[in-house]
């Protein structure tokens, strides 16, 4: 290809149609999210029930589940990634992998030292890393979801430590797990048609 005599227009036009093609490309089938949805949701809830019936010392027992959640994912989108490598992937992998680590050691390595901040803290990142999917996918469902985590991690801050782990169950359903079902939902109508 001679680049010698692109115009501006084209030169624009050639980028626009690389980075639709790469979105395109990557398809969020919403599986995920409802994976990390149910998934968050039963250890932040069996985390309350642990907490309210007394169990204090054992209360994050749960949450030992979620590295190997994070080995399922690891698994899903490397099958994924294999066929439907591209930038826009790639950023949304990175993305997600960093902020995962960041939690993983946040929860294990310094859940002592945060305490009362450990919940918010986490709900706080969790919605930053939605709300960047949500922004790179053009996805309005996971923009929203991820800016109610967000507002979720900071109303948080005011709640009483014991019922932390309620509000995030019940953060998780509403901002994880339900629009997971509607991209499912949105990811199946269009393959239908």
Do not use: C
């Amino acid at each position: 290809m001679n680049t010698d005599n692109l115009t501006p227009e084209r030169s624009l036009e050639i980028i626009t149609q690389a980075i639709q093609e790469a979105k395109s490309q990557f398809e969020e089938d919403g599986l995920i999210y409802v994976f990390w949805g149910f998934l968050t949701a039963s250890a932040a809830f069996s985390q309350f029930f642990l907490l309210r019936d007394g169990y204090h010392a054992i209360n994050f027992y749960p949450y030992f589940l979620m590295p190997l959640g994070g080995l399922f994912t690891w698994w899903y989108y490397s099958k994924k990634q294999s066929s439907q490598s591209n930038k826009v992937s790639k950023m949304i992998s990175i993305s997600w992998i960093v902020i995962s680590l960041n939690v993983l050691i946040l929860g294990f390595g310094f859940a002592n030292i945060l305490r009362l901040h450990l919940i918010p803290i986490i709900l706080i990142l969790i919605g930053i890393a939605t709300t960047i999917a949500g922004g790179i996918l053009n996805s309005r469902i996971l923009l929203i979801a991820g800016i109610l985590l967000n507002l979720t991690g900071f109303g948080s801050f005011f709640v009483d430590w014991q019922y932390q782990p309620l509000l995030m169950g019940i953060a998780a359903v509403v901002g994880i797990l339900i629009p997971g079902l509607m991209l499912m939902s949105n990811h199946r109508k269009q393959h239908t048609k």
